[in-house]
C-alpha cells in the first residue's frame, strides 16, 4: 500500500509558475512509476507526465511539453511538478498517481493503482 501526500497547489496569474509535491509514505516508490493527472469541472481525467522511478524516464502528454517538468528526490521520496507559463485552461484538480510500471499507467486513470487526494490549482487569466 502507497499513501501520497500532496502539495503546492493555489491560485496563479496565467504566465505564472507552481511545484506540486507528491511524496509517498509509509513505504517507498519502489521501482513504481510516478506521474500526474489532472482533472478539470466536467471533464475526464487525464494524463499530464510520469516518471519511472527508478530508470528516471519521463513521459509526457503533448499538452505539457515544454512547460511542465517532472523531477524525483530519491532521498525525499518525493515526485516534483513543476509547471511554468501557466494557463487558465490549466485549471484543474491535479492527482498523484502510482502504476507497477509505464505500461500500465500509460492505459489512463485505469491503469493506475493508487491516488493522491488531489490538489486544485487555478490559473486566472
Known amino acids: 500500500q502507497v499513501q501520497l501526500v500532496e502539495s503546492g497547489g493555489g491560485l496563479v496569474q496565467a504566465g505564472g509558475s507552481l511545484r506540486l509535491s507528491c511524496a509517498a509514505s509509509r513505504r517507498t516508490f519502489d521501482s513504481y512509476t510516478v506521474g500526474w493527472f489532472r482533472q478539470a469541472p466536467g471533464k475526464e481525467r487525464d494524463f499530464v507526465l510520469a516518471?519511472?522511478?527508478?530508470?528516471?524516464?519521463?513521459y509526457y502528454a503533448d499538452s505539457a511539453k515544454g512547460r511542465f517538468t517532472i523531477s524525483r528526490d530519491n532521498a525525499e521520496n518525493t515526485v516534483y511538478l513543476q509547471m511554468n507559463s501557466l494557463k487558465p485552461e490549466d485549471t484543474a484538480i491535479y492527482y498523484c498517481?502510482?502504476?507497477?510500471?509505464?505500461?500500465?499507467?500509460?492505459?489512463?486513470?485505469?491503469?493506475?493503482?493508487?491516488w493522491g487526494q488531489g490538489t486544485q490549482v487555478t490559473v486566472s487569466s
Open positions: 516518471i519511472g522511478w527508478i530508470s528516471g524516464t519521463s
Open positions: 498517481a502510482v502504476a507497477s510500471r509505464w505500461s500500465q499507467m500509460s492505459r489512463g486513470p485505469s491503469g493506475v493503482d493508487y
